[in-house]
């Protein structure tokens, strides 16, 4: 994988849909040898087309693209809407803005954005939240775009390998933001990314690459001695400088009295992981009036919105992984060249 694309090192930035992603942080990743990833799930053909060219000219490198494998709507009933809005309407107060209706389409159009993406030809296309028809992969593969799935448990790695994916992203609980379980309504497995890995590895024939809970180089080492091809770091890069990250967000990210992240379907009806604030909390002692998945996300999206325009965490999606503690703060260049310095040392022969 390394050779192929051309990298200094098996190190793969997630794509951090939702703000993060920016084409200054992809290409300053990809610019120092590993290889960056666009999160633009939540952005329109037309965005994808625009971003992913201007990254193309910040970087000549290799980057990836990341986009959501496609759900049906949710038929939502009079009484589900009717409880979203009233366990979310003293917010909604609280901020200033008036009750949305509720109204399909609760997403983009997939086939859309993924042709703006096949247009600009990535050397990588990433998907997360379960498998696509052999179609999607085939077109990727006849425009020498390798495609990489993602995968929470074995049976999932076993699928998404016999979809004819060429890399499969292992996703351990550790990590940040969503969790890729297949199915949207599904219980989480919890499988910590140590046996996932040793599981994966062992019976794909696939490079599987490591994600969740890894912040720095000795964190590399260990998932390629587990048997990983490379490392996908998320929350390690959400405070760098090129980062869209906004500034509440980053704030909550440095605050050393709540570090401890959750697994939670409040913000979108589906499972992810973030730090713990208010929105959180509350709503989590109320899950029948969490809409299902993507749903939920485009009836939370004005609250969050407007939490970030007024500078508060306490209504925002807080991705973060387990190991947000360790989060450090500089241009993403930079920290990619200390995470290949922390992997050779974490590599040398040990002295026994
Ligand atoms: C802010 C944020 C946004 C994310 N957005 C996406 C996404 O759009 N697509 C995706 O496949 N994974 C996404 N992820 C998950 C990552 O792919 C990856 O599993 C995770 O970053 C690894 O764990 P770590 O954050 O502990 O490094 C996101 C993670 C975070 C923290």
């Known amino acids: 994988m390394v050779s192929h694309l051309d990298l200094k090192g098996p190190l793969i930035l997630s794509p951090l849909a939702g703000g993060p992603s920016t084409p200054e942080l992809i290409a300053a990743v990809?610019?120092?040898?590993?290889?960056?990833?666009?999160?633009?799930?939540?952005?329109?053909?037309?965005?994808?087309?625009?971003?992913?060219?201007?990254?193309?000219?910040?970087?000549?490198?290799?980057?990836?693209?990341?986009?959501?494998?496609?759900?049906?709507?949710?038929?939502?009933?009079?009484?589900?809407?009717?409880?979203?809005?009233?366990?979310?309407?003293?917010?909604?107060?609280?901020?200033?803005?008036?009750?949305?209706?509720?109204?399909?389409?609760?997403?983009?159009?997939?086939?859309?954005?993924?042709?703006?993406?096949?247009?600009?030809?990535?050397?990588?296309?990433?998907?997360?939240?379960?498998?696509?028809?052999?179609?999607?992969?085939?077109?990727?593969?006849?425009?020498?775009?390798?495609?990489?799935?993602?995968?929470?448990?074995?049976?999932?790695g076993i699928l998404a390998e016999e979809s004819g994916v060429d890399w499969l992203v292992a996703q351990g609980i550790e990590a940040g933001g969503h969790r890729g379980i297949f199915s949207e309504t599904s219980e989480d497995s919890g499988i910590g990314l140590f046996p996932l890995i040793r599981a994966l590895a062992a019976k794909l024939r696939i490079p599987v690459i490591a994600a969740g809970g890894i912040m720095d180089g000795a964190g590399i080492a260990a998932a390629l001695s587990l048997?990983?091809?490379?490392?996908?770091?998320?929350?390690?890069?959400?405070?760098?400088?090129?980062?869209?990250?906004?500034?509440?967000?980053?704030?909550?990210?440095?605050?050393?009295?709540?570090?401890?992240?959750?697994?939670?379907?409040?913000?979108?009806?589906?499972?992810?992981?973030?730090?713990?604030?208010?929105?959180?909390k509350e709503m989590e002692t109320k899950p029948e009036s969490v809409l299902p998945f993507p749903a939920q996300n485009a009836f939370t999206r004005d609250i969050r919105r407007k939490s970030a325009e007024l500078g508060m965490s306490d209504f925002l999606s807080l991705w973060a992984g387990q190991g947000v503690s360790q989060i450090r703060q500089m241009g993403a260049g930079k920290l990619v060249e200390i995470l290949f310095d922390e992997l050779k040392e974490a590599t040398k022969d040990p002295i026994l």
């Open 30 to 156: 990809s610019n120092a040898g590993g290889l960056g990833s666009l999160g633009l799930a939540y952005d329109t053909p037309e965005q994808i087309g625009a971003i992913i060219r201007k990254t193309k000219t910040l970087t000549s490198k290799p980057i990836a693209v990341n986009l959501f494998v496609p759900v049906k709507d949710p038929e939502l009933s009079t009484d589900q809407k009717e409880s979203a809005l009233n366990s979310t309407k003293k917010y909604r107060e609280e901020l200033g803005i008036p009750s949305p209706k509720i109204e399909a389409p609760y997403s983009l159009d997939f086939d859309k954005q993924f042709e703006a993406m096949l247009r600009e030809k990535p050397s990588v296309f990433s998907f997360t939240f379960g498998l696509l028809d052999r179609s999607y992969l085939n077109e990727c593969n006849k425009n020498g775009i390798i495609t990489c799935g993602t995968a929470t448990t074995l049976e999932e």
């Open 227 to 280: 048997g990983a091809m490379a490392a996908q770091l998320g929350t390690a890069f959400l405070l760098c400088e090129e980062a869209g990250t906004s500034a509440p967000y980053r704030k909550a990210l440095l605050d050393k009295t709540n570090l401890l992240t959750k697994t939670t379907r409040v913000f979108s009806g589906r499972i992810a992981r973030g730090l713990q604030n208010r929105f959180l």
